[in-house]
T-cell receptor
Framework: DVKVTQSSRYLVKRTGEKVFLECVQDMDHENMFWYRQDPGLGLRLIYFSYDVKMKEKGDIPEGYSVSREKKERFSLILESASTNQTSMYLC?????????????FGQGTRLTVV | GESVGLHLPTLSVQEGDNSIINCAYSNSASDYFIWYKQESGKGPQFIIDIRSNMDKRQGQRVTVLLNKTVKHLSLQIAATQPGDSAVYFCAEITHYTSYGKLTFGQGTILTVHP
């Protein structure tokens, strides 16, 4: 079974803190994604990566950065957390290139910024 | 901008009935679609996919229909069960060269009453 693991289920951080969300996948997938999920807005893409050290901005990259130093690990960084970044964060991975490649999701990290 | 969206945000059905969840998309270049199911407290889980060169695909108790003329996608669930209660998302893959970037709709909440 494909496994995408996010390091925390729940996090509470203070405004202004630097926050790291970690994601690890065990299927040797090239693509990895970070989404945030908010009620009524569905899943919105923050960043994605198609290879080690490669990254592309998604639809809402402002206030976030990412790191992909190893193929299996994709980190989302909130440089200075703000209350409007309170959300559910979902990591996903998929194989590169071929049509019909589904993405596999982690269980999510619910981040609260106070 | 391009978007993938759902007509109905909520759907309530009786156990044993058939369910139909709809999705409209606006990107005429979309070439691949996926339906995901998300249960409470979990990440989205793949249900079924369809390529743009198809108009119907069947799985176990589920059928996806694609109408490219009106840019409409639907998910049919036969003999709906309480375990089918979840949020259902349609997603579109946009291929940038060889990357698979998922764009999600807002989601439909399906509630199955025993």
């Amino acid at each position: 079974d494909v496994k995408v693991t996010q390091s925390s289920r729940y996090l509470v951080k203070r405004t202004g803190e630097k926050v790291f969300l970690e994601c690890v996948q065990d299927m040797d997938h090239e693509n990895m994604f970070w989404y945030r999920q908010d009620p009524g807005l569905g899943l919105r893409l923050i960043y994605f990566s198609y290879d080690v050290k490669m990254k592309e901005k998604g639809d809402i990259p402002e206030g976030y950065s990412v790191s992909r130093e190893k193929k299996e690990r994709f980190s989302l960084i909130l440089e200075s957390a703000s209350t409007n970044q309170t959300s559910m964060y979902l990591c996903a991975s998929s194989l590169i290139g071929r049509m019909g490649t589904e993405a596999f999701f982690g269980q999510g990290t619910r981040l609260t910024v106070v | 901008g391009e978007s993938v969206g759902l007509h109905l945000p909520t759907l309530s059905v009786q156990e044993g009935d058939n369910s139909i969840i709809n999705c409209a998309y606006s990107n005429s270049a979309s070439d691949y679609f996926i339906w995901y199911k998300q249960e409470s407290g979990k990440g989205p889980q793949f249900i079924i996919d369809i390529r743009s060169n198809m108009d119907k695909r069947q799985g176990q108790r589920v059928t996806v229909l694609l109408n490219k003329t009106v840019k409409h996608l639907s998910l049919q669930i036969a003999a709906t069960q309480p375990g089918d209660s979840a949020v259902y998302f349609c997603a579109e893959i946009t291929h940038y060269t060889s990357y698979g970037k998922l764009t999600f709709g807002q989601g439909t909440i399906l509630t199955v009453h025993p």
